[in-house]
């Protein structure tokens, strides 16, 4: 019984950090059954999320800080959002006032949201790193991954060797969190896949509100590809470092300290 206890307190917890998650994927849905007046449906998704980051600052579910870090992978987002349409990967079929090179700017936002609900669970469960790498390691691993989303175009996709690397580097490492009161412990590279898995199935619901459209979903909707976690796990881990230097410089704890852990 207490385990279930603990299963969904901490079910709840993941459900708050969600919230900035939870409303794009409502306004999706909303704006897919009910037409908007004025003004195409990006554009009210826009404006939404707009709305939305600007109450989640000003409730204080999210520091300035962390505006920030978000603004930040949002741009990150918007860049690959712009480079994958133009190679014709995935498009956005709709028409919209607020789109760039046909990438409305809504689209920035579902990547910000991956680094706010990071920024959000990192708070509300205690997050603390265990064995973190050395930035001497991590930074140019994520620079790689974050370039082999482009230039797998016009070379080899190295996404499994980088995997690999992700492996080696972060074996030791682990993250430890609380869950009302109690400390438990897990495997880095495990809590990544774990993530990439669950944007994998946010994934799936957002294309099917047409949030974006990828070439085998043009005449009718169907899975994304399962093959697709891998990008993601590749992709969270560039949003958790960007998260984990801005917690750790908070923090003032030096990159390389090994933090002490209680474990149960």
Known sequence: MRSLIQLVHFGWQQALSCL????????????????????????????????????????????????KVITLFHLIGLALELFKVHMGSWAYPEEGYAKIFGVPLYSGFMYAS??????????RLKVELVKWPPLSL????AAAIYLNFFTHHYWMDVRWW???????????????YEVNGTRYRMPLVLSFLLIGFFIWIAENIATFFGAWQYPNQVDTWSFVHLGKVSSWFLLVIVSFL????LKQVKEKIPQTTILSVRAQ
């Not at 991590?138 to 691993?141: D, F, I």
């Not at 960007?242 to 230097?245: D, N």
């Open 20 to 67: 900035f998650p939870v409303v794009i994927f409502a306004s999706l849905a909303v704006t897919k059954i009910v037409p908007l007046p004025f003004l195409p449906r990006y554009d009210w998704l826009l404006i939404i999320c707009l709305f939305m980051q600007w109450w989640m600052v000003r409730v204080g579910l999210e520091t300035r800080d962390e505006l």
């Open 114 to 123: 991956v680094a706010s609900y990071l920024c959000q669970a990192w708070r």
């Open 138 to 141: 991590v930074v140019p691993l």
């Open 162 to 176: 980088l995997i690999g690397l992700v492996i080696i580097v972060f074996w030791s490492s682990s993250v430890t």
């Open 242 to 245: 960007i998260v984990a230097t």
